[in-house]
């Protein structure tokens, strides 16, 4: 369908609103952006951006603005917590592509993706109370009194997704079990862990595990924490007991850090997901990114979803006839990929579990469609 005289209303403005607005105003929508924080922020942690979400960068001509901002990774390694190589990993999709994943800090990527935006497209300190399905169009009502209406709501407003809750599902997030506390600090406080460009991740028999991702444009290092817990409040308390008994028994060098550590620029957060949502779309309303399928940070695969999302909607609205059409044709399409992806990031990292994401450990073997 043509997209030249439709009207966009996206709520949010994280990796899953900024990417569907560039998408669909690459076709000619006319996009909005409401975001309910004041400014851009993000938290100190790194992330991977797989080959086929740089793949959807070059399609969508911004892929120097991601590249000039983080750093290629040639591959991934898994080792034991005191760094015996378990298997080594190329990123799936990398030969195909002609790209690779990577490394990027999250506050790099958003404001690379806001920076490719129109002036003016997204609008700060818009927080939506209220989302009216009217048929063929939707209604968004804000905190600040103000209303609008468009052809098309898309609902990239995160884990916590207030449209999620008003149109499609009540249900709660569910708590994984685990804590992940994380930092960004200087390569050189690394102790020598940092040498290459390589993604790692450190793992002990009892599920705790260390995801260690170089940023080197930056001369930094994301240090991610990821350990068994009771405790399901959202922003646990974290103290330097905890920190070092999380990552007792790893190599020594990873041991030093959590003594040395400044616990004031480590975040602290349970980790959640959602269940899979049955339906993600109405005629004029749809979920993207978290807002659909909130997964686990065990894969990698939460903001490369949710930028295939924005390439999903963008080629599927282009392929069909009409919005309804063309929406039932994204979730045709991206559901089931992300519903594997939610069911293995759930399933963790055990011996069992990679068995069964990379069979024989090949190394060129994709997890799943990503
Ligand atoms: C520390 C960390 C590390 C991660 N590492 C990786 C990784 O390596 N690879 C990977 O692929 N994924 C990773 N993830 C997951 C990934 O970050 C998420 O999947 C991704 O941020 C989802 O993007 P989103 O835009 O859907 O949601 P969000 O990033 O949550 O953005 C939602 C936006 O909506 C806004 N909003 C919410 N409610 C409203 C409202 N009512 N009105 C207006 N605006 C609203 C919010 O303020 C926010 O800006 C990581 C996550 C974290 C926290």
Redesign the pocket.
Known sequence: MDLNNLTVAI???????ATTAKALSLLGANVTV????PASGE?G?G??LRPSSMDAFRRWGMLDAITSVSTPSPSFEILTATGELIMEMEWPEKHELGLTTHLIH?RDFIDALLGVLPEGMVRFG???TTVTDLGERARLDFENGESVEADLVIA????SS?VRRQIFSDKPPVFSGEH?Y?AVFPIADAHGLVTDDKFRMYINELGSKLYLLPLGRRGQVSFDVTVPSDDASWAPALTRETLVAAMAGFDPRIEEVTRTLDLGIV?S?AAYDIDPVDTWHTGSVAL????AH?ML?HQ?????S?VLDAQGLADALADAASVAEGLALYQARRKPITDELQRISRSGWDAAAIDDVFPGQHQDESPVAS
């Open positions: 709520v949010g403005a994280g990796y899953a609103g409401y975001e309910q924080a938290v942690a992330i991977g999250r818009y927080k939506m990239a407003d995160g884990i207030l992940a994380r975040n957060r993207v990114g978290d807002a909130a940070h990698g695969q939460g903001a490369n949710a």
